[in-house]
């Protein structure tokens, strides 16, 4: 089954927690503290393998953890930190935040890599926080979380040629004849269901990779029949074949199908049209296709390549590879990431993110939220007073107080953060 895009939850480690301890050694009589700190999450990693080309991995496991960090130890021993978590996925493969929209990651090259989930840092032992001041501190921190989020991934395959057309024009049957590709033939309409690939190897010993897309028709652009699901598998091809029904033997006028498919492209991603095509005027060996090629170069406005064929004679097969490979010739290989061209770059400031907000449950408590905030809590340790105090030097620090006080808190009142409730106090 072919898989090409797929919703994801993934959730990187939290980092260890630090530890409060002491020396106690023969012969050392001010120990002091000797807390380790511990050891960092594991990343969620993205890893390209040229061997997969769809997304089925993803189909059937939907959540990926990686491990979380060791807790540190005593004598300042440093917990382990733990591996990533490498998942591989085929080139061209886009990956998202789905509440955001960002692009997260956009992986084309055999190897290549990238963090999609962060994992969190180890906390600090106690022997981090000894100062002067106080030499012996009973404080330490908890494990950074680390990120999780709802990811979309997206496949978008990368082949140099691609093949496009209305459905029953010959594709998967073109396909099966210059490679070594087995798609389904069947004389009805969307016989292909999912992109097919297949390497050509020419006479002269070049080669390059082509894709049959399943078959479009008018409004694929909006979800119309399959091409919305498929046309963006059109996005990393260098060169576009556009195949014709040449002997219009389904009724349909090869000139009105070439504007229609060109249209849909068009509105889909205007920068496809900007690539080299090259027209396949498919079935000449119909007694009227003849008769309709001379009909279609004289509609035919741009000067476009056009190349008469029959795959079931097989005669101007030869000339259209070569044709296809000295365009590919002209074409440097470099798949540059969608999201990085040059005129697509927007450049805007964006606001930092607030430390924290306030809102009012119906009760009348107060409600803190925020992602700086929920973290200092979450790497808290609460069963600690010198822990306890110095998060509430942070809030204080930060203006969590006087923002209280400016919305109406006075002594006594309830403030929550996530599922723990505190007394504000003057």
Do not use: C, W
């Amino acid at each position: 089954m072919f898989v090409d895009q797929v919703k994801v939850y993934v959730k990187a480690g939290d980092g260890g927690n630090g530890i409060v301890a002491f020396r106690r050694e023969i012969y050392v009589p001010m120990g002091g503290p000797a807390g380790g700190d511990g050891g960092n999450g594991g990343d969620i990693v993205f890893e390209v393998d040229e061997g997969l080309n769809t997304l089925m991995d993803f189909r059937y496991q939907r959540h990926f953890k990686a491990k979380r960090g060791e807790n540190g130890m005593g004598k300042g021993m440093h917990g382990k930190n733990s591996e990533p978590l490498v998942l591989a996925v085929p080139p061209g493969t886009t990956v998202r935040d789905e509440t955001t929209g960002e692009v997260i990651a956009d992986l084309i090259e055999h190897k290549q890599r990238a963090v999609i989930a962060k994992g969190g840092r180890g906390g600090r032992g106690n022997i981090r926080f000894a100062s002067p001041r106080n030499p012996a501190p009973e404080m330490a921190e908890n494990g950074e979380p680390g990120v999780e989020r709802d990811i979309q991934i997206e496949l978008k395959l990368i082949a140099d040629v691609g093949l496009v057309g209305f459905p029953s024009v010959g594709k998967s049957t073109l396909l099966s004849t210059v490679s070594a590709a087995r798609p389904k033939i069947a004389d009805y309409h969307f016989t292909t269901l999912s992109p097919n690939l297949g390497v050509v190897d020419t006479a002269d010993q070049r080669s390059f990779v082509l894709a049959d897309l399943p078959g479009l028709i008018e409004g694929a652009h909006e979800g119309v029949g399959l091409g919305h699901q498929f046309l963006r598998h059109v996005e990393r091809t260098r060169v576009i074949l556009h195949v014709l029904d040449m002997a219009a033997t389904e009724g349909r006028d090869p000139y009105d199908d070439f504007v229609t498919i060109n249209n849909e492209l068009e509105q889909y991603d205007p920068t496809l049209l900007e690539r080299p095509m090259i027209i396949v005027a498919n079935k000449m060996d119909l007694p009227e296709a003849e008769e309709q090629l001379t009909f279609f170069k004289e509609q035919l406005e741009a000067d476009y390549p056009i190349y008469p064929i029959s795959t079931i004679t097989k005669t101007g097969i030869r000339d259209l590879l070569f044709a296809v490979a000295n365009k590919l010739d002209e074409i440097p290989k470099n798949y540059q990431p969608l999201e990085e061209k040059e005129d697509r770059v927007v450049y805007r400031f964006e606001k930092e993110k607030a430390a924290f907000s306030i809102t009012r449950d119906p009760d009348g408590a107060f409600v803190l939220y925020g992602e700086k905030i929920e973290k200092l809590f979450k790497m808290t340790d609460l069963n600690r007073d010198e822990s306890v105090q110095r998060f509430s030097r942070q809030l204080r620090s930060m203006g969590v107080d006087d923002a209280l006080r400016e919305r109406g808190a006075t002594d006594g009142d309830t403030v929550r953060l996530l599922d723990y409730e505190f007394e504000f106090m003057e």
